[in-house]
């Protein structure tokens, strides 16, 4: 039997063609194999928008500890403690609370300033060459600038901060199981959580007005943060918070570009953007899915999944079923796209959303006004293939 047409098989990679291929193959998954069981790697994969939303909503049985399931990690060490993503209630919903209050709309609001500067310092650093490349010049430096600045960490760190981040986001260049590649990115991570300890540290004895401060300090039912939790939280911020709004501006102008007609509208009326952004996250989200652990026995859709089995949420797959999304393939800046999955959902939805609206939403603004046009020329575009994230490493424009 065919298993391509069986709608098995493996799924094409992102990098073959931006996509395309990868979603015609999930459209076959939703119709034909919505609850489905690879046989290699044992992993489950939920393809169906319902299906996502029931696991997503059910964290006692869908957990995030992945660590528990996994021989040898424990997940309870130095390095663990902190990091909301693997993390289930009750414990997460406590750091939840305490880190939360500083991730508001109106908490990143006040960051607006600042962000414009570093965007019009990036964009202005560029303007006179006519050409550009997205990603280098522009969409990975300004994350990691913006949490930096988040964090109070002092401004002349900020080659040390691009530095340990382009080393630590080179992870489709090496092999995870080589020894040596993984020691490399082991000694980078520990200089990385080094330097924030003695920052952590600094901010313990001196407070200053910087969410390092605020997290040292702040209390819920009686409970505050381990240093330990403090470090490794403000390394999540640096991991989760910078590679995918990278790629996700760079999503934006890649769509652009191919709807010409969405880029004027957008560009005439720039109430349009935040609607623009959303679009995006459905129609070609960064975070393309993620795990979950079974604690016990469920049945989904028509499947018996028992407990202890791993499942991926294929996050991209949910965004386009036909059954949530009219006509899902047409990129529409109109449609209210707020429900997709590009944030995630449930308890886990993404902390950062408005801080990664706001930053998108300045960046494409200051675009706009500083290039009367923008075109890719640069084809074909070079992917990222790494599975778990869609998006370019490079996007060069003209403008
Ligand atoms: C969680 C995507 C920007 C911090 C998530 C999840 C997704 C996501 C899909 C859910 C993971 C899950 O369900 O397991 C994105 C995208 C971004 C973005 C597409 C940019 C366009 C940011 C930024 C920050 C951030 C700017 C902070 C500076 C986090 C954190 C979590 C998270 C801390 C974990 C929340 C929890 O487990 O409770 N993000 N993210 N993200 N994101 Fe983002």
Known sequence: MDLRQSGMGKAPAYSL????????????????????REPLTRVWTLYRYRDIIQATADPATFSSELWRYLPGDRGDDALTAGNLTAMDPPRHRLVRDLVSRSFT???VGALRPRIAAIAAELIGAVADRGEMDVVADLSDPLPVLVIGELLGLPMADR????????????FDKGDLTDEVVRKRVADTQQELLDYLRAHCRRRRTKPQDDLISRLIQAEVDGQRLTEDEVVNFANLLLLAGHVTTTLLLANIVLTLDEHPAAAAEARAD???????????????????????????????????????????????SGNRDEQYFTDPDRFDIHRDARKHLGFGHGIHYCLGAPLARLELGIALEAMFDRFSRIEVTGAPVDYYDTPGVAGPRSLRIAF
């Open 159 to 170: 080659e040390l901060l691009s530095d340990w981040a382009r080393r630590l986001l080179s």
């Open 17 to 36: 063609d931006g996509g395309r291929s990868l979603h015609r193959w999930l459209r076959d998954m939703r119709q034909h194999h919505p609850v489905q």
């Open 105 to 107: 709309a109106r908490a």
């Open 270 to 316: 720039r109430g349009l953007i935040p609607g623009l952004i959303e679009e995006t996250l459905r129609y070609r989200p960064v975070i393309v899915s993620n795990m979950r652990v079974t604690t016990r026995a469920v049945t989904v859709g028509t499947e018996q999944l028992p407990a202890g089995q791993f499942v991926s949420l294929s996050f991209i």
